[in-house]
């Protein structure tokens, strides 16, 4: 059986607010997204292509949105060709880039006809492919069938493999290729009822590291995410049962499942330029597991969702600012709204809708007045009973002027503030509110000739729309944060809108760093302190306490030093220096912070680790230990502080290039011996290590805890496969 190709074509839509008759439109996700390309677009699928399979439903669809979100051109596969429908036209309706075709994976038939159809619509190149099908049996192992037994090993693995297999030469051909396969925490930790499929996804992850190592020349990245239970239909039926669900959340620290995002959001991740050191890297899980997972970075993509059985407004009221002409007057085409502005234009553009059958009245109101904004807000209250469920915030303001503190915090208040405030109490009693602002392309990228006020207003409703990739308002720490890596994660917190205060053993270097920080608008304050010193770890922290009102949400845990030596050569100075910089500070640093991290309701901590914590590396033993220390640290209070609203993590790096390491680099020696062991053949960038970092301490991985990540370029999962490059 051949793939059915359906192409998500421009289509003519009904306008929602027919008067003869109502539309209704099944719908999961209305998405509106504006990105920002910084630099080397390394938060940016623009331009890429993609393939998930199984995209319909649950995490598969939640993957699908989160790509093109980013700006990737989507095919996505189903075996139900009614469901494949149903999405590809909600996806139009979105403006989403996404083609299907009908597919079943566990067919071998249909993999190939269904890779010959995306390698013609994509001429020859692939950049990712998402393997993201897969199904479950669940029952003792000694009642399975053959049949059942072949059914999970072709849908869940044999498929994978094929698929990876076909989309190779596709892969290969971009340059720049990535594999991710959704795995499962079952494939670390025995689950009941599920050795099959357990077995299936311990497969997925060793094939991982394989591929991983082996495609590794051709610039192909190969990771897993392995999830512990999501909310999605194949879940709920088997959580039905209280006393399992019970179960479950007293084995999660975290205490509840995950939502179908929080794994899109890892997935996407691990696609971008940004994650380029991360390979052959598994799992996501909300601490149920001690296993690596993916590591994952902050997209800079803002967006916001709205779920809706139905595609429709029957009913609905709603009042449109600006709406006698341009963008507004098209509102009036499409939904039941009322409207405002210039008079005579006003009278018009009424008579004009009204003769199509549309319910829409009109006010006239200059709504930069007080008065005129509130009488606007009475008159509707009166037509609507006192209830409203949709504002359009359309009035825009773009004159190229300097405008004055007053003519600033007017703008403001017309455009963002009080027609919020205004509509709140009628919006609340609709029942079921919703406020849209038009924005604009100022709001993203400078725009010549307009207002620079205008354009952070409009900015201003786009960091609102999705507070999963943002870090404004959050506050953090980081130790040793005036150079090298520890340089890096601060730039990169405050680029997405922490304030942030640093600590830093030299007070030449910390003063460099804040004169730079400030020329760039940061806000970043900062103390030095030699954190192998307890008074000084307590007074950092007393000082943190008093700038930020007791509270802090982000600790950074960066500091660390090596001394490399035989272990037959270590003194006891040497021990006491390691263990009292690496580990016993962090320690302390964690019990300091605590009740900051607390009552902030929303803490998170990440260690700096390393690879060293992980495997074993020649001159280091002392070194190795304190970060393997760290990684133990991070799992327990992971469990020990999820009550407190409080995630733990470590990031363990490889070589990163930094000045502490470019004596090591310029060993060529030991830099032919590191790339040799190292997949990606080189070494890791500041910023790589900080991107993680950095995705940790969002709300976009609230379901991360209790993991180490390998930020290693695929060195800790290489074992004799790899052949070094030339």
Sequence with gaps: ????????????????????????????????????????????????????????????????????????????????????????????????????????????????????????????????????????????????????????????????????????????????????????????????????????????????????????????????????????????????????????????????????????????????????????????????????????????????????????????????????????????????????????????????????????????????????????????????????????????FNKPIKLSLFLRAKLLKTQLVEPSQLSHPLLKASGSGSIVFISSIAGVVSAANSVSIYSATKEEKKRKMDKRWSLQGMIALVTGGASGIGYAIVEELASFGARIHVCDISKTLLNQSLSEWEKKGFQVSGSVCDVTSRPERETLIQKVSSLFDGKLNIFVNNVGVLRGKPTTEYGADDFAFHISTNLESAYHFCQLSHPLLKASGYGSIVFLSSVAGVVSTSGGSIYSLTKGALNQLARNLACEWAKDSIRANAVAPNIIKTPLALPYLEDVGFREGLFGRTPLGRAGEPHEVASVVVFLCLPAASYITGQTICVDGGLTINGFSYQPHP
């Design 1 to 396: 059986m051949a793939s059915r190709l359906y192409t998500n074509s421009p289509q003519n839509l009904h306008f929602l607010a027919s008067p003869t008759k109502t539309h209704s439109f099944k719908s999961s996700v209305i998405v509106r997204c504006a990105s920002i390309a910084t630099s080397p677009n390394r938060w940016s699928l623009h331009g890429m292509s993609a393939l998930v399979t199984g995209g319909t439903r649950g995490i598969g669809r939640a993957i699908v949105e989160e790509l093109v979100c980013l700006g990737a051109k989507v095919h996505t596969c189903a075996r139900n060709e009614t469901e494949l429908k149903d999405c590809l036209r909600d996806w139009n309706r979105s403006g989403f880039q996404v083609d299907g075709s009908v597919c079943d994976v566990s067919d071998r038939a249909q993999r190939e006809s269904l890779m010959e159809t995306v390698s013609s619509l994509f001429r020859g190149k692939l950049h990712i492919l998402v393997n993201n099908v897969g199904t479950n049996i669940r029952k003792p192992m000694v009642d399975f069938t053959p049949e059942e037994f072949s059914t999970l090993l072709s849908t869940n693995f044999e498929s994978v493999f094929h698929l990876c297999q076909l989309a190779y030469p596709m892969l290969r051909a971009t340059e720049a290729g990535c594999v991710v396969s959704i795995s499962s925490v079952s494939g670390f930790v025995s689950l009941k009822n599920m050795s099959v499929q357990s077995a299936t996804k311990g497969a997925i992850n060793q094939l991982t590291r394989n591929l991983a190592c082996e495609w590794a020349k051709d610039n192909i990245r190969v990771n897993a995410v392995a999830p512990w239970y999501i909310k999605t239909s194949m879940v709920e039926q088997v959580l039905s049962n209280k006393d399992y669900l019970d179960e479950v959340y007293s084995v999660t620290p975290l205490g509840r499942l995950g939502e179908p995002r929080e794994v899109s959001s890892a997935v996407a991740f691990l696609c971008l330029p940004a994650s380029s050191y991360i390979t052959g890297q598994i799992s996501i899980d909300g601490s149920r597991g001690c296993c690596y997972y993916p590591s994952y970075a902050l997209v800079d993509c803002f967006f916001f969702v709205t779920f809706a059985s139905r595609w429709s407004l029957q009913g609905i009221t709603a009042l449109v600012t600006g709406g006698a002409r341009g963008i507004g007057f098209v509102f009036l085409l499409r939904s039941l709204y009322i409207t405002i502005l210039p008079t005579v234009l006003l009278l018009l553009n009424i008579l004009t809708v009204q003769s199509l059958g549309f319910q829409v009245s009109g006010s006239v109101c200059d709504v930069s007045s007080r008065p005129e904004r509130e009488t606007l807000m009475q008159t509707v209250s009166s037509l609507f009973d006192g209830k409203l469920n949709v504002l359009v915030s359309n009035l825009i």
